[in-house]
């Protein structure tokens, strides 16, 4: 579904209320989307009732069905569920098998990933091209796209496509930059989708231990950024790790969805086998070894020395 007919339909009223669960289907999760729709929608009063984002809050499988069940004074409520894959495969199956059948009193919303099999569901872009940034810059910013058509001009001039979410977020930049900054934007732009890239990919070959995806894409980013955002950013990585392993190996799901945030989708589902707290503990104690070196002016190629180590499997 394109851009325009999708916000068309989410902002209809008559579609909040036609049916109690609600399914967007999409190849990948978009946060920031998400969570710029539904506040947009809450102002402009859209939604049958008031907003619950569940994945603000853990919910074991028996609170959640349970606070599904009922209601205060007979007033619905909107679930936003997010994205199903944030829960255990268990509770994903049950708490689809219990929306199957659901008729209230609350209206739920969920987003699933994947298009194939999915029945009822409402089909989210992929990607966006200029004319779906327009509608989702008029949507979000609900002012005239006349007097930014340069800077739109220019953000497709160098790309045909970009994600959902990184169109919104762009959207978001695009609100506060003046038509006559256009070199600023330009280069604003193109740090934050080679970021975003970059970053992801960095992670993902790290984890998985693919050291030839690992080293070409570090040759080409490394110097992007100073020593200081390395560390806190691989501090932050292996951090989130260690929790996730942590909450894992205790069965606490809700604990390792939290933690997952930021780390590759792939960390989450299967990769956290391969590593165990204490060789997560090691790899964070370089980190910081670097970061002790670092204020003292001696972190001279250090970071090379971890990467070399953890492909090596020195801390294992």
């Not at 256009?182 to 990919?201: D, G, H, I, K, N």
Request: charged share 20%.
């Amino acid at each position: 579904m394109r851009a325009n007919a999708l916000l068309s339909l989410l902002s209809s009223p008559e579609y909040w209320q036609s049916k109690r669960v609600h399914q967007f289907a999409g190849q990948e999760f978009a946060p920031f989307f998400w969570d710029q729709l539904f506040t947009h929608l809450k102002q402009v009063k859209v939604l049958p009732g008031s907003l619950v984002r569940a994945g603000h809050k853990d919910w074991s499988l028996v609170e959640l069905t349970s606070q599904l069940s009922q209601s205060f004074l007979g007033q619905g409520t909107v679930w936003w569920l997010g994205d199903m894959r944030s829960f255990s495969p268990a509770d994903r199956k049950n708490i689809l098998g219990f929306l199957s059948t659901y008729e209230g009193p609350h209206t739920v919303a969920y987003f699933i990933e994947g298009t194939s099999g999915v029945d009822n569901a409402v089909s989210l872009p992929d990607v966006v091209d200029s004319k779906d940034f327009e509608a989702l810059h008029i949507f979000f910013a609900q002012k005239p796209v006349a007097a930014k058509r340069a800077l739109i001009r220019d953000l497709f001039a160098e790309r045909t496509s970009l994600t959902l979410d990184t169109a919104c977020l762009i959207s978001t930049h695009l609100q506060v930059t003046s038509p006559r900054d256009r070199q600023e934007f330009s280069l604003m732009v193109s740090r934050l989708t080679r970021a975003s890239a970059q970053l992801s990919q960095l992670s993902q070959a790290f984890f998985a231990r693919d050291a030839k995806t690992f080293f070409s894409e570090w040759r080409r980013s490394a110097d992007d950024y100073s020593v200081h955002f390395w560390i806190a950013f691989w501090a932050d990585q292996l951090f989130r790790a260690f929790a996730v392993v942590g909450s894992m190996k205790r069965r606490d799901y809700s604990g390792a969805r939290r933690s997952a945030y930021r780390l590759p989708f792939s960390f989450a589902q299967r990769l956290w086998q391969t590593y165990s707290c204490n060789e997560l503990s090691q790899r964070f104690s370089f980190v910081y070894t670097i970061d002790s070196a670092a204020k003292s002016g001696s972190s001279f190629r250090a970071f090379d020395l971890f990467f070399l180590q953890h492909f090596s499997g020195a801390f294992d």
